[in-house]
């Protein structure tokens, strides 16, 4: 199959890791900045492979390789839904780098034209191929847990002003968003996942404690009641010092608890249930090597991806798991700013709401 990269930033190494170990045909590469392309490619080995086509408009490279069949976007978040729609419209398959937009129109756009136009799209919210995540899942989806009570998700994570300096369009409304939009949306997407999707409501607070030279917050704190009767609380900063600390992971049932550990859930911490299982001795304590924050994820999230498209079906994570993990996010934002719970579905939201959010603080 083959694969372009749009976008050779700090995540893209990890696409390329994932083209590689799957196997795709990698046809191009695109970014504004040539030097990205070169290094990433480095980092694999690719830098002399000829075959390898660099581009800094993505427009160019569509048009030139119109073999591509599947496309990664890891670009500035903020251009993520206008990409994915070109590539959609273009009938090329996508996945998108977290957030998969930045406005509920978009992401709604985004969902409503890959289906008229029978692409795949895959929200990049690898974490749940976790080996941790995974199991966790399948009790739950086995009824182990029983009726569930309640969970949480605490992103504990430090960013320093010398992540920022890396690019200017981190950290502001229009592009990124902040700790909650680019570091805890992986989180966020696991507890509404694991909670059952269907939100009720949500009250948030957020504040700008330590990066003043930003537009958005660096820690997030919210309540969520979920339609099935559970309630769930998100914690997500940049704020721990002096590096990352934790993301973990809560679900506590009637007849199980379970921690998921480690600086990305890839720990299984805690893991109690009523009943016994076999594997379970095996899962106790475990932990899935990996070499940074993002996990071993992309590799399996790009080979779910592939056979969605060779067999015609939804991928595993597909976009509409993207609108629900920015949806969180916003309505978090927006009952910050207002005071109030805010009830979902939310409608007619984007991130650029919120500009003068901490201004008329």
Request: net charge negative.
């Amino acid at each position: 199959m083959k694969y372009a990269l749009i976008g050779c930033g700090r995540i893209s190494t990890n696409h390329i890791k994932a083209a590689v170990a799957n196997k795709l045909e990698i046809v191009a590469v695109c970014d504004v900045i040539p030097d990205r392309m070169e290094e990433v490619l480095a980092k694999h080995d690719l830098q002399n492979n000829k075959s390898i086509a660099r581009y800094t408009n993505y427009k160019e490279m569509l048009a030139e390789h119109k073999e591509i069949q599947l496309c990664s976007i890891a670009t500035e978040s903020g251009l993520h839904a206008e990409i994915a729609l070109y590539c959609i419209d273009h009938g090329i398959n996508v996945i998108i780098e977290k957030p998969m937009a930045m406005s509920i129109a978009d992401a709604e756009e985004i969902i409503k034209r890959s289906e008229n136009n029978g692409v795949k799209v895959s929200a990049c919210h690898q974490n749940r191929f976790n080996i941790a995540v995974q199991q966790m899942r399948k009790a739950l989806e086995e009824g182990r847990f029983g009726k569930i009570s309640h969970g949480s998700i605490h992103v504990r994570w430090n960013r320093n002003k010398d992540y920022y300096d890396q690019a200017k369009w981190r950290g502001t409304w229009a592009q990124d968003g902040g700790a909650l939009m680019n570091q805890c949306i992986h989180g966020i997407d696991l507890l509404r996942w694991m909670m059952g999707n269907e939100v009720d409501e949500v009250y948030g607070v957020t504040k700008q404690q330590f990066h003043n030279y930003l537009q958005c917050e660096d820690v997030g704190m919210a309540v969520v009641k979920f339609k099935n009767g559970a309630v769930g609380t998100i914690e997500g900063t940049t704020n721990v010092y002096p590096k990352n600390l934790e993301e973990t992971l809560y679900l506590f049932g009637e007849k199980g608890t379970v921690k998921l550990g480690g600086k990305s859930t890839n720990a299984i911490d805690v893991w109690d249930f009523a009943d016994s299982c076999d594997r379970d001795d095996q899962y106790k304590g475990y932990f899935e090597e990996t070499t940074n924050v993002y996990g071993n994820g992309h590799t399996s999230l790009f080979a779910d991806v592939i056979d969605a498209i060779n067999n015609n079906r939804k991928p595993y994570v597909d976009a509409v798991a993207g609108r629900n993990a920015l949806e969180m996010v916003l309505a978090i934002y927006k009952s910050s700013f207002t005071g109030k719970p805010v009830k979902l579905p939310l409608e007619k939201c984007s991130s650029i709401d919120f500009v003068d959010g901490f201004n008329k603080e």
